[in-house]
């Protein structure tokens, strides 16, 4: 089971257009039986992370579109 901040980490330089982008890309990335798990939360899957990440702030407009990680709410334990 990979932590969320692994996704963080791996938006770190690059933005997403879409939500359905970034799914994508964990995806791609991670496999699509991974399953991750946060400080609070576990068992989700890519979507499901997507909308704890998004729902806890993390992401922020990326510069000309899209979206990205807000680097500085990344917790670092």
């Known amino acids: 089971m990979a932590h969320g901040h692994d996704v963080l980490h791996m938006m770190?330089?690059?933005?997403?257009a879409t939500r359905e982008e970034l799914v994508k890309a964990i995806i791609e990335r991670f496999g699509t039986e991974e399953r991750f798990h946060t400080c609070s939360m576990s068992g989700m899957d890519a979507e499901q992370l997507v909308d704890f990440l998004e729902n806890k702030g993390k992401f922020m407009p990326a510069?000309?579109?899209g979206f990205t990680v807000d680097e500085s709410k990344i917790c670092n334990h």
Do not use: D, F, V
């Open 12 to 16: 770190e330089g690059n933005s997403y």
């Open 63 to 65: 510069q000309g579109s």
